[in-house]
């Protein structure tokens, strides 16, 4: 294990120096360095310091180097681009998953809250229905106890309460929905 870890701070390691000489080769201090270095080169035979061929060997010689290792650098640069948008993808395709879900779950919320609210509806229909019984009853009979009408009135204030409540549940799914709905336009 140790080895093994040791191996990865090394590779790691050495992954962050490519990346440094990638970044430097496209700056302009390297565009300067490499016009310096040709100037250099070209001067040198000029001066009589070395031989025109040897000069030309030896530059195209270092070039060619150069150019395989920066190669190598940049290839290594893409292939960690490639792995991070892979993974970036997964995320996404996950996150698409999980909205779908979501809405999944709303549309079964909103469809309890439509049943519920048919429910409440019914339950206020009968609740007139038998308010409408009552005050037959008190037609008939005015000695009958208000305590029943008072429970008949809290029903329905009850009633009420709850179809505020579900209103406000709808109002939440809605602006989940429209939450959803962004999100898969990002």
Do not use: C
Not at 87 to 100: G, K, L, N, P, R
């Amino acid at each position: 294990m140790a080895r093994d870890k040791n191996k990865v701070e090394k590779i790691k390691h050495l992954e962050k120096i490519a990346d440094k000489i990638t970044w430097w080769i496209g700056s302009i201090p390297s565009l300067i360095a490499h016009s310096l270095i040709f100037m250099i080169s070209f001067l040198l035979p000029v001066a009589g310091i070395v031989e025109f061929d040897k000069m030309l060997l030896i530059l195209t010689t270092v070039l060619s180097l150069e150019a395989i290792y920066l190669a190598i650098f940049i290839q290594m640069a893409v292939n960690r681009s490639h792995e991070k948008i892979e993974d970036i993808q997964e995320d996404i395709e996950e996150i698409s998953e999980d909205i779908e879900d979501i809405q999944e779950d709303i549309e079964e919320i909103s469809e309890d809250i439509e049943e519920i609210s048919e429910d409440i509806e019914e339950i206020n229909e009968d609740i007139e229905d038998i308010q409408e019984d009552i005050e037959e009853i008190n037609d008939e009979d005015d000695d009958e106890d208000h305590s029943e009408r008072a429970k008949n009135v809290m029903l329905k204030s009850n009633v009420s309460s709850n179809k505020n409540e579900i209103k406000v549940l709808k109002d939440k799914i809605s602006e989940l929905q429209n939450m959803i709905d962004n999100l898969k336009k990002e």
